[in-house]
């Protein structure tokens, strides 16, 4: 503990309770609202359909959607189960960002070691950023095979963008620390190694954070061309048979998916910037 | 050969007829030209002069980190070919690594030096006691107060045993209260470690309170206007720490010289 935290030894005031508990109403009444958002939303999803104000063939109901979850749970000669296209999705994704942090993250830091080849790169880099890799969906499918292009996608779709956020990240380090490591003799490898790499831990996260959604993305329409198995596939086939409850729950599944990854980046966020 | 200054001893640093040219596309900038220099072991110089005269680069040429377009910089008497484990440089600004913990970061130059790394740490550790850091080696560089984080500067110099320590406006970025306390505190640790030193500032009363000797610097490009001694009468003989420095009879007339040297014009 530091002097600083000890300063208040005397116990809280009445004044500070009171600003305590007017910060705890102000954290709950914004939970409320959030919650209050989203029950409001299922329930206009379910009244409006069901009053006929909107197709229910176009929208589905949430009350629905759990009879063919349970449906799509079964696993039939036909038809995987739906707990397999989902694991099939989220392993994808994985794969999609990991490799996309690790060549990105490599890419960046050769970028950075030769500033020439940077130079060179850059336009490139910018417009095949740029470019909709969606367009290249039909093209990984004939060169890579059914499974590999949409692991390819979900690279393609995360990796400029990946390389470009770290190679600014890099570049803006302080030149005075780099100017600091030099100093004490430092080679390049060092300097990348003790200055650079760990300065950039806040936009490597960012990069992560862009990058788990850009990958579920690129996964996804993966899915839909070239898969027989994975939430992609199974909006595209729900769609074909016109069976909008099947889509529905697919993406509700993927709504949650991208949930419980936006939480785990932001708990690993925090756990990093405590650590710091 | 110039004369040495202090009996005979061979110059720790010597800067002959020394030149420096950046290049940019806009055209060449001479940013020193025909800098000698000598500075004897264990002396303190200070170099003042205004912005962008080239004092800094006048370091980083010192350091070894810049080489120069012309003439010569030796430390021992060999030719400066790259930074080496006898200069150490403190910046304007503490630029501590604020992943790394306070101990962490006062052996930054013995780890990318590849030293003993137990020894680092135990002379680490006791420069930071030293310098009332004790309880905080484990804390991170933004608990710290701008003053403890410029004294763990000073322990990051101080670890690797540089014998020439270079200072680069070390105190700029500090409130003037941990300022003169700190320079009271700075030139104590150099002088009883018998470090030669160069300070490099443009507050002139910074430079008479600290240094044995004031070198002043013209404007762009940056020659040596003046070289003089900085002496005070005190009952024992003894160099006054920089406070009381700053309240000694002389200090005025020092004051007074320097300042009509540096030709200040106020612009704008």
């Known amino acids: 503990m530091s002097k600083a935290d000890l300063a208040t030894t005397a116990g809280p005031s009445v004044a500070y309770r009171a600003w305590l508990r007017r910060e705890r109403r102000g954290r709950l009444a914004v939970r409320a609202a959030q919650l209050a958002l989203l029950l409001v939303f299922f329930v206009l999803w379910e009244v409006l359909p069901r009053a006929h104000i909107v197709n229910p063939l176009f929208t589905s109901y949430p009350s629905a959607l759990w009879p063919t979850f349970l449906e799509l749970l079964k696993t039939t000669p036909q038809q995987a189960s739906i707990l397999a296209h989902t694991w099939s999705t989220v392993l994808a994704t994985i794969v999609g960002f990991s490799a996309a942090m690790l060549i990105g993250t490599a890419i960046a830091a050769a970028l950075w070691w030769w500033q020439g080849l940077y130079r060179v790169l850059d336009p490139y880099l910018v417009v095949a950023n740029a470019m909709p890799k969606t367009a290249f969906v039909p093209i990984f499918y004939i060169w890579l095979g059914a499974t590999l292009s949409i692991y390819g996608m979900s690279l393609a779709i995360s990796l400029f963008v990946t390389i470009l956020m770290i190679y600014n990240g890099f570049q803006g380090t302080d030149p005075n620390k780099v100017k600091l490591a030099q100093t004490f003799g430092a080679t390049k490898w060092q300097i990348l190694a003790k200055v650079v790499l760990p300065g950039s831990v806040p936009t490597l996260i960012a990069a992560l954070k862009v990058n788990v959604g850009l990958s579920l993305v690129g996964v996804v329409v993966g899915e839909f061309q070239s898969a027989s198995l994975g939430l992609g596939y199974l909006i595209q086939y729900g769609s074909q048979i016109f069976k909008l409850n099947i889509v529905m729950t697919a993406i509700t599944i993927l709504a949650l998916v991208s949930s419980v990854m936006y939480l785990a980046i932001s708990w690993l966020e925090a756990a990093v910037m405590r650590w710091r | ?268």
């Open chain 2, 1 to 268: 050969m110039q004369p040495s200054r202090q009996g005979g001893a061979p110059p720790k640093v010597e800067l002959r007829d020394v030149d420096l040219r950046y290049f940019g596309l806009e055209g060449e900038t001479e940013a020193l030209k025909g800098i000698s220099l000598s500075v004897a072991p264990g002396e303190f110089v200070a170099i003042i002069g205004q912005s962008g005269c080239g004092k800094s680069t006048l370091l980083s040429l010192i350091s070894g980190i810049l080489q120069p377009t012309g003439g010569a910089v030796l430390v021992d008497g060999r030719p400066v070919t790259g930074p080496t484990r006898k200069v150490g440089y403190m910046l304007q600004q503490d630029y501590l690594f604020e992943w790394r913990t306070i101990l962490e970061n006062a052996v930054l130059g013995a780890e990318i030096q590849g030293a003993d790394m137990v020894k680092a740490r135990a002379r680490a550790t006791q420069l930071l006691t030293r310098y009332g850091l004790g309880q905080f080696l484990h804390h991170r560089p933004r608990q710290l107060s701008g003053g403890m984080r410029q004294r763990v500067a000073l322990a990051r110099t101080l670890c690797t045993e540089p014998d020439i320590v270079l200072l680069d406006e070390p105190f700029s970025a500090l409130d003037s209260q941990t300022r003169l306390a700190l320079a009271d505190e700075v030139t104590e640790i150099l002088r009883r470690e018998g470090k030669t030193a160069i300070l490099v500032t443009h507050d002139i009363g910074e430079a008479i309170s600290m240094a044995e000797r004031v070198v002043v610097l013209s404007r762009r490009p940056g020659r040596v206007k003046s070289d003089r001694p900085i002496r005070f009468a005190t009952p024992d003989g003894a160099r006054p720490a920089p406070f009381a420095a700053r309240n000694a009879p002389e200090f005025n007339g020092y004051f007074n010289t320097l300042w009509q040297e540096l030709e200040v014009h106020v612009e704008g």
